[in-house]
Protein backbone atom coordinates (compact mmCIF):
# COMPACT_ATOMS: atom_id res chain seq x y z
CA UNK A 1 0.00 0.00 0.00
CA UNK A 2 1.04 3.23 -1.12
CA UNK A 3 1.59 6.39 1.09
CA UNK A 4 -1.32 8.31 -0.31
CA UNK A 5 -3.31 5.32 0.53
CA UNK A 6 -2.86 4.78 4.07
CA UNK A 7 -5.64 5.91 6.15
CA UNK A 8 -6.50 9.22 7.39
CA UNK A 9 -7.57 10.20 10.77
CA UNK A 10 -9.34 13.44 11.29
CA UNK A 11 -10.07 15.07 14.58
CA UNK A 12 -13.73 15.85 15.09
CA UNK A 13 -13.81 19.10 16.91
CA UNK A 14 -17.40 19.15 17.24
CA UNK A 15 -17.42 15.69 19.10
CA UNK A 16 -14.34 16.90 21.54
CA UNK A 17 -16.64 19.84 22.54
CA UNK A 18 -19.49 17.59 22.97
CA UNK A 19 -17.18 15.21 25.50
CA UNK A 20 -15.74 18.03 27.17
CA UNK A 21 -19.12 19.38 27.81
CA UNK A 22 -20.35 15.98 29.13
CA UNK A 23 -17.11 15.51 31.49
CA UNK A 24 -18.19 18.96 32.47
CA UNK A 25 -22.00 18.30 33.70
CA UNK A 26 -20.60 14.77 34.70
CA UNK A 27 -18.22 17.23 37.43
CA UNK A 28 -21.09 19.39 38.67
CA UNK A 29 -23.22 16.54 38.79
CA UNK A 30 -20.84 14.57 41.30
CA UNK A 31 -20.49 18.31 43.11
CA UNK A 32 -23.91 18.51 44.09
CA UNK A 33 -23.92 14.72 44.85
CA UNK A 34 -21.46 16.06 47.61
CA UNK A 35 -23.50 18.73 49.25
CA UNK A 36 -22.52 17.65 52.49
CA UNK A 37 -19.09 18.37 52.08
CA UNK A 38 -19.39 21.88 50.41
CA UNK A 39 -22.12 22.75 52.86
CA UNK A 40 -19.81 22.41 55.84
CA UNK A 41 -16.50 23.75 53.74
CA UNK A 42 -18.62 26.88 53.08
CA UNK A 43 -20.13 27.65 56.74
CA UNK A 44 -16.44 26.58 58.06
CA UNK A 45 -15.14 29.42 55.83
CA UNK A 46 -17.68 32.08 57.34
CA UNK A 47 -16.72 31.23 60.98
CA UNK A 48 -13.23 30.96 60.58
CA UNK A 49 -12.76 34.62 60.36
CA UNK A 50 -14.47 35.09 63.47
CA UNK A 51 -13.44 32.82 65.48
CA UNK A 52 -13.08 33.68 69.07
CA UNK A 53 -15.41 36.85 68.53
CA UNK A 54 -18.60 36.96 70.33
CA UNK A 55 -20.94 37.84 67.85
CA UNK A 56 -18.95 35.50 65.36
CA UNK A 57 -20.40 36.06 61.81
CA UNK A 58 -23.46 38.54 63.28
CA UNK A 59 -20.04 41.03 63.02
CA UNK A 60 -20.87 41.39 59.61
CA UNK A 61 -24.78 42.28 60.15
CA UNK A 62 -23.31 44.84 63.05
CA UNK A 63 -20.71 46.02 60.49
CA UNK A 64 -23.25 47.02 57.63
CA UNK A 65 -26.23 47.61 59.79
CA UNK A 66 -24.00 50.83 61.12
CA UNK A 67 -22.57 51.84 57.89
CA UNK A 68 -26.11 51.79 56.67
CA UNK A 69 -27.77 54.11 59.38
CA UNK A 70 -24.75 56.58 59.06
CA UNK A 71 -25.15 56.53 55.38
CA UNK A 72 -29.29 56.54 55.35
CA UNK A 73 -29.29 59.62 57.88
CA UNK A 74 -26.65 61.51 56.06
CA UNK A 75 -27.92 61.08 52.38
CA UNK A 76 -31.75 61.49 53.42
CA UNK A 77 -30.70 65.35 54.63
CA UNK A 78 -28.47 65.95 50.83
CA UNK A 79 -31.03 64.32 49.17
CA UNK A 80 -34.14 65.95 51.53
CA UNK A 81 -35.94 62.77 51.92
CA UNK A 82 -38.12 61.57 54.58
CA UNK A 83 -35.86 58.82 56.47
CA UNK A 84 -38.65 56.22 56.34
CA UNK A 85 -38.78 56.36 52.51
CA UNK A 86 -34.77 56.84 52.19
CA UNK A 87 -33.38 54.13 54.87
CA UNK A 88 -35.92 51.29 53.38
CA UNK A 89 -34.36 51.95 49.96
CA UNK A 90 -31.06 52.31 51.10
CA UNK A 91 -30.51 49.26 53.10
CA UNK A 92 -32.47 47.01 50.06
CA UNK A 93 -30.14 48.35 47.68
CA UNK A 94 -26.55 47.93 49.84
CA UNK A 95 -27.29 44.42 51.07
CA UNK A 96 -28.35 43.58 47.73
CA UNK A 97 -25.03 45.39 46.49
CA UNK A 98 -23.09 43.35 49.16
CA UNK A 99 -24.02 40.06 47.08
CA UNK A 100 -23.61 40.99 43.66
CA UNK A 101 -20.12 42.90 44.75
CA UNK A 102 -19.13 39.62 46.95
CA UNK A 103 -20.10 37.20 44.03
CA UNK A 104 -18.21 39.35 41.34
CA UNK A 105 -15.18 39.89 43.61
CA UNK A 106 -14.70 36.90 45.14
CA UNK A 107 -15.12 34.71 42.22
CA UNK A 108 -11.14 35.65 41.13
CA UNK A 109 -10.16 33.55 43.92
CA UNK A 110 -11.80 30.37 43.52
CA UNK A 111 -9.20 28.70 42.26
CA UNK A 112 -6.35 30.44 43.51
CA UNK A 113 -7.22 30.49 47.12
CA UNK A 114 -7.40 26.46 47.15
CA UNK A 115 -4.57 26.00 44.77
CA UNK A 116 -3.07 23.37 46.97
CA UNK A 117 -6.39 21.41 47.41
CA UNK A 118 -7.10 21.62 43.60
CA UNK A 119 -3.44 20.04 42.95
CA UNK A 120 -3.64 17.12 45.62
CA UNK A 121 -7.22 16.33 46.08
CA UNK A 122 -9.26 13.91 43.39
CA UNK A 123 -12.46 16.00 43.31
CA UNK A 124 -15.01 17.56 41.32
CA UNK A 125 -13.88 20.93 40.78
CA UNK A 126 -17.39 22.39 40.71
CA UNK A 127 -17.34 22.13 44.49
CA UNK A 128 -15.22 25.06 45.21
CA UNK A 129 -17.81 26.20 43.11
CA UNK A 130 -20.61 25.43 45.18
CA UNK A 131 -18.58 25.98 48.48
CA UNK A 132 -17.94 29.75 47.02
CA UNK A 133 -21.67 30.66 46.57
CA UNK A 134 -23.10 28.93 49.44
CA UNK A 135 -20.78 31.24 51.21
CA UNK A 136 -22.17 33.74 49.79
CA UNK A 137 -25.26 32.70 50.49
CA UNK A 138 -24.65 32.87 54.20
CA UNK A 139 -23.26 36.14 53.95
CA UNK A 140 -26.36 37.72 52.67
CA UNK A 141 -28.50 35.76 55.18
CA UNK A 142 -27.16 37.08 57.87
CA UNK A 143 -26.93 40.82 56.26
CA UNK A 144 -31.01 40.63 55.53
CA UNK A 145 -31.43 40.99 59.19
CA UNK A 146 -31.03 44.17 58.84
CA UNK A 147 -33.72 44.66 56.36
CA UNK A 148 -36.00 42.85 58.68
CA UNK A 149 -35.01 45.26 61.06
CA UNK A 150 -35.10 48.49 59.33
CA UNK A 151 -39.10 46.87 57.94
CA UNK A 152 -40.18 46.10 61.23
CA UNK A 153 -39.08 49.48 63.35
CA UNK A 154 -41.21 51.90 59.76
CA UNK A 155 -43.94 49.08 59.75
CA UNK A 156 -42.98 48.06 55.78
CA UNK A 157 -44.92 45.48 54.96
CA UNK A 158 -43.94 44.24 51.18
CA UNK A 159 -47.25 42.20 51.01
CA UNK A 160 -47.56 39.89 47.88
CA UNK A 161 -44.88 41.72 45.85
CA UNK A 162 -42.39 40.63 48.23
CA UNK A 163 -42.79 36.88 46.95
CA UNK A 164 -40.93 37.75 43.85
CA UNK A 165 -37.90 38.46 45.68
CA UNK A 166 -37.08 34.72 45.91
CA UNK A 167 -36.81 34.35 42.31
CA UNK A 168 -35.19 37.81 41.83
CA UNK A 169 -32.56 36.25 44.43
CA UNK A 170 -32.51 33.10 42.25
CA UNK A 171 -31.38 35.15 39.30
CA UNK A 172 -28.79 36.72 41.16
CA UNK A 173 -27.01 33.62 42.89
CA UNK A 174 -27.16 31.75 39.46
CA UNK A 175 -24.97 34.56 37.79
CA UNK A 176 -22.73 34.61 40.39
CA UNK A 177 -22.53 30.94 39.93
CA UNK A 178 -21.81 31.50 36.61
CA UNK A 179 -19.36 34.32 36.84
CA UNK A 180 -17.36 32.07 39.53
CA UNK A 181 -17.08 29.39 36.48
CA UNK A 182 -15.36 31.82 34.16
CA UNK A 183 -13.51 34.22 36.65
CA UNK A 184 -12.48 31.52 38.74
CA UNK A 185 -9.89 29.23 35.95
CA UNK A 186 -9.52 32.96 34.22
CA UNK A 187 -7.71 34.85 37.12
CA UNK A 188 -6.03 31.63 38.26
CA UNK A 189 -4.30 31.86 34.85
CA UNK A 190 -4.08 35.68 34.66
CA UNK A 191 -2.75 37.05 38.32
CA UNK A 192 -3.80 40.34 37.10
CA UNK A 193 -7.44 40.36 36.45
CA UNK A 194 -8.65 40.22 40.55
CA UNK A 195 -6.86 43.90 40.87
CA UNK A 196 -8.97 44.89 37.67
CA UNK A 197 -12.39 43.62 38.80
CA UNK A 198 -12.13 45.33 41.99
CA UNK A 199 -11.45 48.44 40.21
CA UNK A 200 -14.11 47.93 37.93
CA UNK A 201 -16.69 47.30 40.55
CA UNK A 202 -15.97 50.43 43.14
CA UNK A 203 -16.74 52.61 39.94
CA UNK A 204 -20.00 50.57 39.25
CA UNK A 205 -21.10 51.06 42.75
CA UNK A 206 -21.29 54.81 42.22
CA UNK A 207 -22.67 54.24 38.59
CA UNK A 208 -25.87 52.10 39.87
CA UNK A 209 -28.96 53.55 42.16
CA UNK A 210 -27.72 52.32 44.97
CA UNK A 211 -27.07 55.36 47.19
CA UNK A 212 -29.52 57.54 44.81
CA UNK A 213 -32.64 57.01 43.28
CA UNK A 214 -32.90 56.68 39.24
CA UNK A 215 -35.73 58.93 39.19
CA UNK A 216 -33.38 61.51 40.27
CA UNK A 217 -31.84 61.50 36.64
CA UNK A 218 -34.87 60.55 34.06
CA UNK A 219 -33.32 62.67 31.30
CA UNK A 220 -29.96 59.79 31.46
CA UNK A 221 -32.47 56.82 30.93
CA UNK A 222 -30.66 55.26 28.53
CA UNK A 223 -27.37 55.61 30.75
CA UNK A 224 -29.33 53.79 33.33
CA UNK A 225 -30.99 50.80 31.47
CA UNK A 226 -27.79 49.80 29.85
CA UNK A 227 -26.18 49.13 33.29
CA UNK A 228 -26.98 45.81 33.80
CA UNK A 229 -26.62 45.79 38.06
CA UNK A 230 -29.25 48.64 38.00
CA UNK A 231 -31.94 45.99 36.78
CA UNK A 232 -30.74 43.31 38.95
CA UNK A 233 -31.01 45.88 42.03
CA UNK A 234 -34.42 46.60 41.25
CA UNK A 235 -35.67 43.30 40.61
CA UNK A 236 -34.83 42.77 44.52
CA UNK A 237 -35.44 46.00 45.72
CA UNK A 238 -39.33 46.65 44.30
CA UNK A 239 -40.34 43.57 45.92
CA UNK A 240 -38.89 44.33 48.78
CA UNK A 241 -40.39 47.68 48.97
CA UNK A 242 -44.05 46.72 48.11
CA UNK A 243 -43.52 48.01 44.66
CA UNK A 244 -44.23 45.12 41.11
CA UNK A 245 -40.21 45.35 39.42
CA UNK A 246 -40.84 46.24 35.61
CA UNK A 247 -40.88 44.02 32.92
CA UNK A 248 -38.13 45.23 31.27
CA UNK A 249 -35.64 44.97 34.21
CA UNK A 250 -37.60 41.00 34.36
CA UNK A 251 -36.79 40.17 31.11
CA UNK A 252 -33.26 41.86 30.81
CA UNK A 253 -31.89 40.17 33.72
CA UNK A 254 -33.54 36.84 32.34
CA UNK A 255 -32.23 37.61 29.09
CA UNK A 256 -28.27 38.29 30.78
CA UNK A 257 -28.70 34.82 32.93
CA UNK A 258 -29.34 32.77 29.64
CA UNK A 259 -26.54 34.16 28.08
CA UNK A 260 -24.18 33.64 31.05
CA UNK A 261 -25.06 30.18 32.01
CA UNK A 262 -24.30 29.39 27.81
CA UNK A 263 -20.73 31.01 28.62
CA UNK A 264 -20.10 29.89 31.67
CA UNK A 265 -20.87 25.85 30.42
CA UNK A 266 -18.80 26.16 27.59
CA UNK A 267 -15.83 28.15 28.92
CA UNK A 268 -15.36 25.90 31.89
CA UNK A 269 -15.83 22.80 29.82
CA UNK A 270 -13.09 23.48 27.44
CA UNK A 271 -10.89 24.98 30.15
CA UNK A 272 -11.53 22.80 33.25
CA UNK A 273 -8.53 20.35 32.41
CA UNK A 274 -6.45 23.10 32.54
CA UNK A 275 -7.37 24.59 36.39
CA UNK A 276 -4.93 22.45 38.11
CA UNK A 277 -1.74 24.28 36.17
CA UNK A 278 -3.09 27.34 36.61
CA UNK A 279 -4.11 27.51 39.98
Known amino acids: MSSTDAPVYVSNGRADRADRMRECLADFSKGLGLRELWLFLGWRDVRKHYQRSLLGPFWLTLSMGFM ?6 LYSQIFKQPIQDYLPFLA ?20 SSAASSVRQVRMPLS ?18 IIYIAVALYFGLWPGLNGLMFLPAFVLITANGFFMAMILGPLCARFRDIPMIIQSVVQIV ?37 GHAASL ?16 AFHFFARYRPRIAYWA
Not at 249 to 263: D, P, Q, S
Request: charged share 10%.
Open 205 to 241: FFMTPILWDAKQVPERALFLHANPFYHFIEIIRDPLL
Open 248 to 263: ENWGVCIAITLAMGFV
Open 68 to 73: VLGLGV
Open 127 to 144: IYVYQFVWRQIITFGHNF
Open 92 to 111: VGFITWGLISGLIVGSCDVY
